[in-house]
């Protein structure tokens, strides 16, 4: 290992750091088949503005693209009729995978994401110029460990439990999922769920929800270990007012906090190298209870927020996660920092 050059050992870590991701990927598609396949797991139905939903995931998947493939987003409804009532983690988990697996799948051209309203339906799509699929394969695809593989030179990544989940979400919610494509030329995936607009008495609710959040001065240290990750945190917290700090492990993060007694809170990602988050959340608290330590982890399982509080975080959001989802958090735990001051 000495005789590594470090351009070598950073080319090596790299590797593992990918390998361990695409290891925790795996892990977390059974555990989401097993839920569903077993019936444990449950609606929860919020309020969901389908709008801000898809600008949410084009901020996170743009980065990520080549310049040969374009990215872009329709939305089918004007802001104002584009919320619904639905549950807000499993739309966002579909989309997720679908969209993913379009980039999987594509080495140019475009990809596009959007929805209309169909009768008392909202239809999303999620349209590419990949590989496509052969017409007697479109059942299959939604079997669990089933992958299609176009080209046999080539191999793509992932097990195939992707559009299984998709499946199993979707039939939870009561709609329907199906595809079309040519092969060669791309595919479009549709889904379908209920369109169940926001009644009268929630308006005043709803724009109360739509007003600006203001934070106040802040420094905030995040510890997250995938780089696209943190660009997509540091870009949705762009703000003059908030100083960022970035630690890339467990153990850098308690190191932050022993050294840097300006840092008022903490972003923590539970799943990280050399140390995780539970540890390190464990380790900083030892020595500065009081600071507000909040869970960020793709895990949306209610099993998951309850061991994140019991093993000393102060709350817990569920990565893909809103904007001003993750705003009103920080805004809540600065007012609770406010009001113990006196």
């Given amino acids: 290992c000495d005789k590594l050059s470090e351009k070598e050992k950073n080319h090596y870590i790299d590797i593992i750091t990918k390998s361990s991701n695409q290891l925790l990927n795996i892990v977390n598609d059974v555990l989401d088949i097993s839920l569903i396949e077993t019936g444990n797991i449950s609606i929860n139905k919020d309020q969901v503005h389908l709008n801000h939903l898809l600008e949410d995931l084009y901020s996170s998947f743009k980065p990520l693209l080549p310049e040969d493939i374009s990215f872009s987003i329709i939305k089918g409804l004007p802001d104002h009729l584009s919320t619904i009532v639905t549950d807000d983690i499993k739309i966002r988990k579909i989309l997720y995978n679908l969209i993913s697996n379009a980039i999987k799948y594509t080495d140019k051209g475009h990809i596009k ?20 699929i052969e017409l007697n394969l479109y059942d299959r695809i939604f079997d ?46 549709y889904f379908t769920i209920a369109y169940t607009p926001i009644n009268q008495n929630s308006k005043a609710q709803n724009l109360s929800k739509s007003k600006i959040i203001e934070l106040d001065k802040l420094t905030l240290l995040i510890a997250e270990d995938e780089e696209s990750n943190f660009l997509y945190l540091k870009e949705i917290l762009k703000n003059p007012k908030i100083n960022i700090l970035h630690a890339i492990n467990g153990e850098e993060a308690v190191n932050f906090c022993k050294k840097n ?61 809103k904007k001003r989802q993750l705003l009103s958090l920080i805004k809540k735990h600065q007012s609770n920092l406010n009001i113990g001051l006196f």
Wanted: glycine share 10%; proline share 3%; net charge negative.
């Fill in 113 to 132: 994401a959007g929805y209309t309203l169909k009768n008392d339906e909202i239809e999303f799509f999620i349209e590419d110029t990949g590989i496509g």
């Fill in 144 to 189: 669990r460990f089933h992958k299609v593989e176009a080209d046999t030179n080539r191999l793509y990544e992932g097990v195939g439990l992707g559009l299984s989940i998709c499946k199993g979400n979707i039939d939870l919610l009561n709609g329907k999922i199906w595809v079309k494509s040519k092969l060669g030329i791309g595919s479009t995936f």
């Fill in 261 to 321: 007694h300006e840092i008022d809170m903490v972003l923590m990602d539970i799943k990280m190298p050399v140390m995780n988050g539970y540890e390190a959340t464990q380790n900083i608290k030892q020595f500065w209870p009081e600071l507000p330590i909040i869970a960020t982890t793709a895990y949306a399982f209610s099993q998951e927020k309850e061991k994140a509080l019991n093993e000393g975080f102060s709350d817990f959001i569920a990565k893909p996660f």
